[in-house]
């Protein structure tokens, strides 16, 4: 049996997730996340509530996220967003409303690597 290319995985609204979480492929949150994320394409609902340290090469947040992001794409701040914490990322996008509190860093297209912070 071939492996899906795109993996897609939820927390559903009613779920609660505690831990060292490690995903591929899609992750959609529309719940609660606290811990420590790694994933490769993450998007966080309107209602969603993440406490976290994320590690992602491609983060889309609408809901509240409060901890450090590092993002080797591109974080899309939408406009019911409010994010509390400290970013470093290649590409930020703000759509209008969107809130940050904290900092950013811009990290460059020849270093991309990234580490905790």
């Not at 009613?14 to 831990?19: A, F, L, R, T």
């Amino acid at each position: 049996m071939k492996a899906r290319d795109n993996n897609i995985s939820i927390v559903n609204r009613d779920c609660k997730i505690e831990g060292i979480l490690h995903f591929r492929g899609h992750l959609i949150v529309e719940g609660i996340i606290e811990g420590t994320l790694l994933a490769e394409t993450v998007f966080t609902e309107k209602n969603s509530n993440v406490k976290a340290q994320i590690s992602a090469t491609s983060l889309t947040i609408a809901g509240y996220f409060e901890g450090d992001i590092e993002v080797t794409g591109t974080l899309t701040l939408l406009k019911s967003a409010d994010v509390r914490g400290h970013i470093r990322c290649h590409n930020l996008v703000i759509d209008e409303g969107g809130i940050i509190n904290g900092s950013v860093k811009f990290i460059s297209a020849e270093n991309p690597q990234i580490g905790p912070t």
